[in-house]
């Protein structure tokens, strides 16, 4: 009999670092299972750095993307894609991670085969489905027809509970992004701004319910900052969308300590990261990361899926009002006992083995056995 075979899907770059250890922690049974890597392509150059990172390459790409597309073509396109795919493909159990629109048609085309999903970062939740928009949908209805729902903290997984799911489908695992940035970190060794002795902000600003007025009130207040600290660097990394990248060029390009610089590849990112003293964005990811360096975050967004950082104080949430911004990342460049406070905050989301978490559940519910990891806080 054939060994079971196990579909990866990914769609962004950050559902594809989240997704990379957890392929790799896999692929170390590879002789008692089969992992295949599935890109819808729905970002393709950038889900593309992301696995060279990890010297991962797609098995499959859908090349879904086409210009100015609509969600509901991204998610017509994906699915007939991916549906397509498990029927050639026949897999035993499907993953996704996250919450972007590839999670959601690669929870639902599952489903509609009766192919068991693990959904990986299962749980987060605000208090509005529009917010964050799609995503809060996204992964809402991507849980409710996940075999398994892979909780990254134990809030998480009390939100899954709270909402009825069974308790033998609910595990806390931590947070693979965090396995991938720590396995990075000690991998990489660009250094970024060698020559620069003072500080380093780092600005990342994406999500779609940020486009227009709030992304321009975003980079008024980084340019303040810039202005008010003369030692200060200001690191850009800009999206792809060309939305984003206007506004973002329109109101900081020009400046000699503003760099405008394209996405870096994942593993200069996670340097980039380490390199600095401030990081203010609305990235759900780099909330998660960026504590595990003991870099304060500051988060663009009026509410937050991941509140365990805030709550552990090592992020804090302050919106797109450009006073609030600049006010709040003024008070942490001023004041070192504030901003240490911020630095040594313990991060919540876990301890770098969430992927074997990951691959124990899975390949249990194959019949595989292998070698069990105690539960993230257990």
């Known amino acids: 009999m054939a060994n079971p075979r196990i579909v990866c899907v990914v769609g962004t770059r950050p559902d594809t670092i989240k997704t990379a250890p957890v392929v790799r922690a896999l692929r170390a049974y590879s002789d008692r299972a089969e992992t295949l890597v599935v890109a819808t392509g729905q970002h393709r150059e950038m889900l593309a750095q992301a696995l060279a990172a990890f010297d991962l390459t797609a098995d499959h790409d859908l090349a879904i993307m086409q210009h100015g597309q609509t969600l509901a073509q991204v998610t017509c396109r994906a699915m007939e894609g991916l549906d397509r795919l498990f029927e050639e493909l026949k897999p035993n159990y499907v993953i996704a991670q996250g919450d972007t629109t590839t999670t959601f048609v690669a929870a639902l085309t599952a489903f509609y085969r009766q192919i068991p999903f693990g959904h990986v970062e299962a749980g987060l939740r605000t208090d509005t489905i529009h917010n964050p928009f799609p995503e809060e949908f996204n992964r809402r209805a991507a849980g409710l027809v996940a075999a398994h729902h892979l909780a990254p903290t134990t809030w998480a997984a009390k939100n899954l509970l709270d909402e009825g799911k069974d308790p033998s489908t609910v595990f806390v695992t931590g947070n693979t992004g965090i396995d991938a940035v720590l396995s990075i970190a000690e991998q990489e060794k660009q250094t970024w701004l060698p020559d620069h002795t003072g500080r380093v902000i780092l600005l990342t600003t994406h999500r779609r319910e940020n486009w227009g007025e709030p992304q321009r ?59 600095s003293t401030l990081i203010l964005t609305d990235s759900g990811g780099v909330q998660e990361e960026a504590p595990a360096f003991g870099k304060p975050v500051l988060v663009l967004r009026d509410t937050t899926e991941r509140p365990e950082g805030v709550d552990a104080g090592a992020a804090t949430l302050v919106g797109t009002v450009e006073e609030k911004i600049y006010s709040e990342a003024c008070r942490l460049l001023d004041d070192s006992a504030a901003y240490d406070r911020m630095a040594q905050a313990v991060s919540p989301y876990g301890d770098g083995l969430a992927a074997e978490r990951t691959r124990y559940v899975v390949l249990k519910s194959l019949g595989i056995d292998t070698p069990e990891v105690a539960m993230w806080g257990s």
């Open 217 to 275: 009130n975003i980079a008024r207040a980084a340019r303040r900052l810039v202005d008010r600290y003369e030692d200060a660097v200001m690191v850009v990394a800009m999206h792809r969308n060309p939305t984003v990248r206007e506004v973002l060029t329109a109101e900081l390009g020009g400046h000699d300590r503003i760099q405008l610089i394209e996405p870096p590849d994942y593993a200069p990112f996670v340097k980039l990261m380490q390199r």
